[in-house]
Every structure is written in structure tokens, then in C-alpha cells.
């Protein structure tokens, strides 16, 4: 089994920073793409960035030059450093990853959501 844990969420006034951290552990071979969505109440989730394996980023326009994305693959950690926070950018924030885990028979890979962690931006 593989669990996500995210951890950073807070309560922060506009303009503010925070840091989100999200490790992966369990029977873990290889972690392709991992990313952050968030979902703000009433609204669907919707993607926030994604990294690779190999470092390559993806942002949504909402976040891009204030959110950056990265991974320390030796940990299986992901981050997200949000800078210049907005009370738009209140919501719950969820980490993913794309995981091929060790089974009884051999591998399998599939997706996995951590719990989610709470942001709010609010003055």
C-alpha cells in the first residue's frame, strides 16, 4: 500500500507565503508524475502543477510566476511554494502521484490522492 501525507496548510493574509510538503511512502518502485489540485468549496477540483520524474513542470495560468512546483525524488517528497497568496487561492489543496507499488505477483501502477490540506487566505 502507498500513502500520501501532505502537511503546510494554513491560515494567511493576501500576499502572504506558505510552503506545502506532500512524502510518499510504502511499497514504492518508481514515482512517475506527481502534482497538487486543489478544491474550493462549491467549485470542482482542478489541477494546480505537475512535475515528472525528470523535473518537468506544468502550471495552471491562475498560479503561474507565483506557485512553483519541485520534488526531491530521494524522499519521495513533493513541494509547492506559494508566493503573493490571493483569497482566490483558498481552497482544500490535494496532493497526487503516479506510483508503481510492489504486489504479491509484481508491480502495479495506478494514481494516489492524499488527504488533503486546508489553505486559507484571508485578511
Known amino acids: 500500500q502507498v500513502q500520501l501525507v501532505e502537511s503546510g496548510g494554513d491560515l494567511v493574509q493576501p500576499g502572504g507565503s506558505l510552503r506545502l510538503s506532500c512524502a510518499a511512502s510504502?511499497?514504492?518502485?518508481?514515482?512517475?508524475?506527481m502534482g497538487w489540485y486543489r478544491q474550493a468549496p462549491g467549485k470542482e477540483r482542478e489541477l494546480v502543477a505537475t512535475?515528472?520524474?525528470?523535473?518537468?513542470?506544468n502550471s495552471a495560468d491562475s498560479v503561474k510566476g507565483r506557485f512553483t512546483i519541485s520534488r526531491d525524488n530521494a524522499k519521495n517528497t513533493v513541494y509547492l511554494q506559494m508566493n503573493s497568496l490571493k483569497p482566490d487561492d483558498t481552497a482544500v489543496y490535494y496532493c497526487?502521484?503516479?506510483?508503481?507499488?510492489?504486489?504479491?505477483?509484481?508491480?502495479?501502477?495506478?494514481?494516489?490522492w492524499g488527504q488533503g490540506t486546508q489553505v486559507t487566505v484571508s485578511s
Open positions: 497526487y502521484a503516479e506510483v508503481t507499488s510492489y504486489t504479491y505477483s509484481g508491480t502495479v501502477r495506478r494514481g494516489f
Open positions: 510504502g511499497s514504492i518502485a518508481r514515482i512517475d508524475t
Open positions: 512535475i515528472t520524474s525528470g523535473g518537468t513542470t
